[in-house]
């Protein structure tokens, strides 16, 4: 499960490739313009950017520039038109990270994200372990000491996401903004719940859940499990 950004002006080709990424379990936020995609970027944290370049105001180029001299380090994709060389040249030296020209098949879209996404340290193979618990990416299934434990798709991607940084604590706040897209209705009070859901699911079977509360911070996943 990834959180990824897709600036698209086109609707019809925006709607196909989110319906084909939100089934493949990812969360994602689009935005139609370069000036909606900038404030997202401002406000919200993605695991991977997608850049169309022929935008209303900004040019995705110029977008990707943007993002990049402000520090940005999550990988962009760019995906336009434009098919001539020093078009792609113009667009990897701009700081995207892969180039893809339309009319192109959706697989093949999807094909480039999964591989940039594993260009990521915390999105290398399909299984994760920490400790009794183990977490299967690709079938959606979650043991702990040999129990099967049944999740809801928000539980596995929380458990994921702590599961990508183990022992590592994160607030409430930053639980949201990295699960929750930041156009949703959700609040505080889901992400409580989510948590209480989950910790309840893992402490099921008499063992002791692996998500603590880190006091002061919020809630982290001990790799003492």
């Known amino acids: 499960m990834a959180k990824i950004l897709f600036v ?8 196909r490739v989110i319906e084909r990424l939100k089934a493949e379990k990812h969360v994602v936020e689009h935005a139609a313009t370069g000036g909606e995609g900038a404030t997202k970027l401002d406000y919200g944290t993605f695991d991977l950017i997608i850049i169309d370049w022929n935008l209303p105001d900004t040019p995705g180029v110029q977008l990707c520039k943007q993002f990049r001299a402000k520090g940005g380090k999550t990988p962009v994709l760019m995906l336009t038109g434009k098919t001539k060389l020093e078009d792609k ?7 995207a990270d892969d180039y893809l020209t339309k009319p192109c098949e959706i697989r093949e879209l999807l ?12 999105f290398t193979g399909d299984v994760l372990k920490v400790g009794h618990l183990t977490l299967d990416i690709v079938s959606h299934k979650v043991t702990l000491a040999g129990n099967d434990i049944a999740l809801q798709p928000r539980e596995f991607a929380l458990l994921e996401f702590f599961m ?3 022992d590592q ?9 990295r699960l929750w897209s930041t156009d949703s209705e959700s609040s505080q009070e889901a992400v409580y719940t989510c948590i209480t859901k989950l910790r309840k699911k893992l402490g099921a079977h008499g063992v002791e859940s692996p998500i603590r509360t880190a006091y002061g911070v919020g809630y982290k996943l001990s790799s003492e499990t």
């Open 169 to 177: 604590p994160f607030s409430v706040d930053a639980l949201q903004q």
């Open 164 to 166: 990508r940084y183990p």
């Open 8 to 15: 698209e002006d086109d609707l019809d080709l925006s709607q």
């Open 111 to 122: 094909a480039r994200i999964r591989a940039l996404l594993r260009r990521q340290a915390t």
């Open 89 to 95: 040249e113009e667009g990897l030296d701009s700081g």
